[in-house]
């Protein structure tokens, strides 16, 4: 079993910064496509970004294009989600999800039901 963990959550100015981390249990974390979520209160859960193993693919969100940053240290078993120029709006729970398979899905890679296993979720909460 595969268990994932987000850090990194916490309370920032509008305009500020985060950086958020997911590390994960097992040697094979290196080998999945991990992708990132987030939910708001009373909004649907929100597809935010996705990256390969190799690090090779990536997508984003519309919303969050040209200010979140998606990266992986395989070394480190860690998925890094660099945030910049945050906005009230980017209030929520952030989730951390990996997929068993190695194959990068593609558009797919935006949707929750292609990841197997998922954290609890850091929260970020941005003051206007």
């Known amino acids: 079993q595969v268990q994932v963990v987000e850090s990194g959550g916490g309370l920032v100015q509008a305009g500020g910064s985060l950086r958020l981390s997911c590390t994960a249990s097992?040697?094979?974390?290196?080998?999945?496509?991990v992708g990132w979520f987030r939910q708001a209160p009373g909004k649907e859960r929100e597809f935010v970004a996705a990256?390969?193993?190799?690090?090779?693919?990536?997508a984003y969100g519309d919303s969050v294009l040209g200010r979140l940053t998606i990266s992986r240290d395989n070394a480190k078993n860690t998925v890094y989600l660099q945030m910049n120029s945050l906005k009230p709006e980017d209030t929520a729970n952030y989730y951390c999800?990996?997929?068993?398979?190695?194959?990068?899905?593609?558009?797919?890679?935006?949707?929750?039901?292609?990841?197997?296993?998922w954290g609890q979720g850091t929260q970020v909460t941005v003051s206007s």
């Open positions: 999800a990996a997929s068993a398979s190695n194959e990068w899905v593609g558009t797919r890679a935006k949707m929750a039901r292609e990841y197997d296993y």
């Open positions: 097992g040697r094979t974390f290196s080998s999945y496509s």
């Open positions: 990256i390969s193993w190799s690090g090779n693919s990536i």
